[in-house]
């Protein structure tokens, strides 16, 4: 696996380089997935495959991605009652 420095900018954005972009198909508008891991986190392109659809007026998830809907809904859940009540060591 090849390693690259990359760095952050004030508003919390990665510049992907373009030789990785162009390697992995990666175009401007394109869904990226981040997964969490003990050892860090790895971003994955979606290749065509959107994270939501709609059908007949419903939002659809796709059922392909390998997402732990039942911790990203307890944490979403958790960051909102702590900024409710304020205080963010609440927790």
Do not use: A, C, W
């Not at 420095?5 to 992907?16: A, E, Q, S």
């Not at 659809?53 to 991605?65: A, K, Q, R, V």
């Not at 039942?70 to 205080?87: F, M, V």
Request: glycine share 8%; charged share 35%.
């Amino acid at each position: 696996m090849k390693k690259r420095k990359i760095t952050i900018d004030k508003f919390g954005r990665i510049v992907i380089p373009k030789k990785i972009r162009d390697d992995f198909g990666i175009q401007s508008g394109n869904n990226l997935i981040i997964k969490e891991s003990p050892e860090g986190f790895f971003i994955t392109p979606l290749k065509g495959k959107e994270l939501v659809t709609e059908e007949d007026g419903f939002l659809i998830i796709n059922p392909s991605l390998d997402i732990d809907f039942e911790n990203l809904i307890k944490d979403l859940r958790d960051e909102r009652i702590k900024k409710i009540l304020g205080n963010e060591d609440s927790f």
